[in-house]
């Protein structure tokens, strides 16, 4: 058995400090605490395409230099498939929201 386990049944069934009732509250608190924080992180502007290659090395490589060429073109091709709106712009050459 994991000792997070024996803790708490040490806590709850042992001791008495901490009842099931307040466990499904504390899981419904922290529930709401977790989602109202990724609705608000939703609502933020997402960072530009481009820092997926340009945030990972100082010089980016040939082959990163390639495949930051591939996705910009398959972008273009299938613009309907990734909507790039609520991204911060990346510049000429990208798709913009």
Excluded at 9 to 26: H, P, V
Excluded at 74 to 92: N, Q, T
Aim: glycine letters at 4%.
């Amino acid at each position: 058995m994991h000792w997070v386990c024996d803790m708490i049944t040490y806590s709850t069934q042992d001791r008495g400090w901490w009842t099931d009732d307040e466990e499904a509250a504390l899981k419904k608190q922290l529930r709401s605490d977790v989602l109202a924080a990724l609705d608000r992180a939703d609502k933020q502007p997402k960072a530009p395409i481009v820092d997926l290659f340009n945030d990972v090395y100082d010089e980016p490589t040939p082959i990163l230099n390639d495949q930051m060429e591939q996705l910009r073109t398959h972008l273009a091709e299938f613009p309907d498939a990734y909507p790039v709106k609520g991204f911060k712009s990346s510049g000429p050459g990208w798709p913009s929201a």
